[in-house]
T-cell receptor, first 111, second 113 residues
Framework: ELKVEQNPLFLSMQEGKNYTIYCNYS?????LYWYRQDPGKSLESLFV?????AVKQEGRLMASLDTKARLSTLHITAAVHDLSATYFC???????????FGAGTILRVKS | DAGVIQSPRHEVTEMGQEVTLRCKPI?????LFWYRQTMMRGLELLIY????????DSGMPEDRFSAKMPNASFSTLKIQPSEPRDSAVYFC???????????FGPGTRLTVT
């Protein structure tokens, strides 16, 4: 059974600081997704990582995938308040169309 | 495209009543997913369909829950009878089978009193 673990589950950081959220998964997969959820809102797709070594960047966020280590990272550079949200990683089951989501990381950026 | 459409957006009902949630996926997407999100249990996959056929319903909590997809543009999730522990936000999502991301609808916030 595929398990997806995120850490930390809660992150409080100062504006301007850098930090990394980690996503580990337990079985083979080469497709990983990052989503953002604002309070009371739906999930919004941030990044789609489809191969080993994939790196995607959008603004202050950069995501990477290491399929050999079964690890993805979401790096935050010079955090700003607008980045406060919950971030989920999700891993595609090796066979089929099902995603398994991590528990989510609640990010709070303090000014 | 209008994105994934869900209705109603909010539903308040009394215990024992039947509740029907509706979803219209993005046109051209052939996979549809129903999720439930609560503070205690996080985001749970209830059931998903490929080409209107249920593929995996292992996440459906019990027989009170049922889901249908009569055609490519419409799906329902029904709870009968509803219970207070069913209170949650229910999301519908759709995607193509080519490996792209799932697109989520706005959700239905269900409160069962």
């Amino acid at each position: 059974e595929l398990k997806v673990e995120q850490n930390p589950l809660f992150l409080s950081m100062q504006e301007g600081k850098n930090y990394t959220i980690y996503c580990n998964y337990s079985t083979t997969s080469d497709r990983l997704y990052w989503y953002r959820q604002d309070p009371g809102k739906s999930l919004e797709s941030l990044f789609v990582l489809l191969s080993n070594g994939a790196v995607k960047q959008e603004g202050r966020l950069m995501a990477s995938l290491d399929t050999k280590a079964r690890l993805s990272t979401l790096h935050i550079t010079a955090a700003v308040h607008d980045l406060s949200a919950t971030y989920f990683c999700a891993v595609n089951m090796e066979y089929g169309n099902k995603l398994v989501f991590g528990a989510g990381t609640i990010l709070r950026v303090k000014s | 495209d209008a994105g994934v459409i869900q209705s109603p957006r909010h539903e308040v009902t009394e215990m024992g009543q039947e509740v029907t949630l509706r979803c219209k996926p993005i046109s051209g997407h052939n996979s549809l997913f129903w999720y439930r999100q609560t503070m205690m249990r996080g985001l749970e996959l209830l059931i998903y369909f490929n080409n209107n056929v249920p593929i995996d319903d292992s996440g459906m909590p019990e027989d009170r829950f049922s889901a249908k997809m009569p055609n490519a543009s419409f799906s329902t999730l029904k709870i009968q009878p509803s219970e207070p522990r069913d209170s949650a936000v229910y999301f519908c999502a759709s995607r193509t089978t080519g490996g792209g991301e799932q697109y989520f609808g706005p959700g239905t916030r269900l409160t069962v009193t």
